[in-house]
């Protein structure tokens, strides 16, 4: 590197580009939650979404599936889930695990009350209504 | 070593390589689970395995930072360590707190564990790479504080080099970000939003200032080249890497929910990440290149070069592979995103603490390199994990690539569990892999007990 670009202006460079591309990253933020009302179907966080999550996140369902399209690969993605299969499918599927057939990946039985269930799809149905910029592209997920 | 608190760096040296094996472990668990479903099932469900394997990754190499900035921050200060004591404490408290975090994942099932540790209080739990129980994210930031305050003491006490300058900015933005694991809304959107604010600012953007300083320290050390050229060299990458790696955040912003903008940001700025990782590469053969003096330790020297490279490879190469919003929209959440995970993870910071483990336990051993014997068997498990996690990633990517063919391209697209029996054969090659990695491994770790005549101080 040449000789008339010093370290000490290096440092500057470093310390200037940080700071200005974090304040960037800050404004974008800002605008996105800004305009997120418009797109995060929100307006349908009822208390039996927000329990669903709960049980979501506590059972962790993301160690084995993906939800758009983040989490592990294991497992079906569940974003579009309902759109997929439909609610009795998705409430009957949590209820029947775990299969039980030989050398087939196998689902936790999670123990759920009926009313939970209920919940989990209800989460399951507010996720499905995001805009996710047509993501994924069919409905296999 | 120059000065004696230098050794704290041992034991968390150790502590690294052994839940690096655990995690090694219980990767090849998860590759037989994805051929073999029922393996092990129920006892250790593949999202538990899943679970202990990335949880361990993640501490095993804040384990491997910590121990390298204890050596690396008072040979940069030139003053011994603020407190060996609590570096030592912490080191214990840091060690019983993930023990008893594992055995958690592994003895309780999930649900009673979030409802015994108080995840009522404050939901925090059961989302990617952060699924520790409350008490364990309170203790990683108390951890991460007192870690955090050692080094800044010791570099006011003594000589303020760029090198330990970047360190710890690097190490004080793991902790801030850090705070985000805390904040989980009940907006999907937002949540997933603010997620990245933990993992994407943490491995794509903090986390290479600590990668960046620890291997200009152990190029400077191994090379002898003048110090005014390393330090710029590591600016000028950082900067990089902060300018390209922050707005790049985007490109996890396509399809969450995120306006559509994201996918232009993204795009653009997250295409020139591998730029910062492509002039490490060139930084690291030049310095070596140029290099003043033969140092002893040829492992050292291997190691650095080969994170160089790998960085590049994993994390700037795979990375691009994928990440343009038009082949994103395809490749988003398949194995071609595992694919690019374990290269980058493996390329960018389990090689860079294995560097400064190979460059300062010597060292710490009371000599300036390993007998040669040891040396030419650290090398083999350096190409044998390598080229083994490098098969890894070309399998991943096979299956992957035929994954999204016929799940998302063809026109009669098949459903992913179908999709996954077609994919089988990647998988079982992969596990292969996994079984050469764990044997490079195992030679690692026999490295360190292989007696000869070692290489004395000059």
Known sequence: MSATFTKSMARNVFYGGGVFFFLLFLALTFDTMKVLPTRDNSQNITPAVAHGKKLWETNNCIGCHTLLGEGAYFAPELGNVYVRRGPDFIKAWIKGQPTGVPGRRQMPQFNLSDADIDDVVAFLKYASEINTNKWPPNIEG | MKYKS????????????????????????????????????????????????????????????????????????????????????????????????????????YASLAKWTGNDLLNTMGREFLEQPLPTKVGIVLVALSWLFNITMTMLKGRKTAISLVLTLGMLGLAVFFLFSFYNPVNLVKDKFYWWWVVHLWVEGVWELILGAMLAFVLIKVTGVDREVVEKWLYVIITMTLVTGIIGTGHHYYWIGTPVYWQWWGSVFSALEPIPFFMMTVFAFNMVNKRRREHPNKAAVLWALGTSVMAFLGAGVWGFLHT???????????????????????????????????????????????????????????????????????????????????????????????????????????????????????????????????????
């Open chain 2, 6 to 109: 230098q050794a704290v760096a041992k034991l968390y040296f150790i502590a690294a390589i052994g839940l690096f094996l655990g995690q090694i472990l219980f990767g090849l668990i998860m590759g037989l689970q994805y051929v073999v479903g029922d393996f092990l099932f129920p006892a250790i469900p593949f999202n538990v395995a899943r679970m202990v394997h990335t949880n361990l990754l993640i501490v095993w190499l804040l384990f491997g930072f910590m121990g390298a900035s204890y050596f690396l921050i008072p040979e940069e200060s030139e003053t011994e360590l603020f407190s060996p004591k609590l570096a030592i404490i912490t080191f214990w408290v840091f060690l019983a707190a993930g023990a008893i975090t594992v055995l958690g994942y592994l003895l309780v099932p």
């Open chain 2, 324 to 458: 343009l919003a038009p082949v994103n929209y395809y490749a988003h959440g398949t194995q071609l995103t595992a694919a690019h995970g374990h290269l980058a993870f493996y390329g960018a910071y389990a090689l860079v603490v294995l560097t400064m483990i190979s460059y300062a336990m010597p060292i710490i051993r009371g000599r300036a390199a390993n007998p040669e014997r040891a040396q030419i068997m650290e090398m083999w498990s350096f190409w044998l994990m390598t080229v083994s996690i490098f098969f890894i990633t070309l399998f991943l990517t096979g299956a992957g690539i035929v994954q999204i063919w016929l799940q998302r391209i063809s026109t009669t697209p098949m459903s992913f569990m179908a999709v996954q029996d077609q994919i089988s054969i990647f998988y079982w090659a992969r596990e292969a892999a996994g079984v050469v990695f764990l044997i490079g491994l195992l030679l690692y770790i026999t490295s360190f007990f292989v007696k000869g005549e070692s290489k004395a101080f000059e």
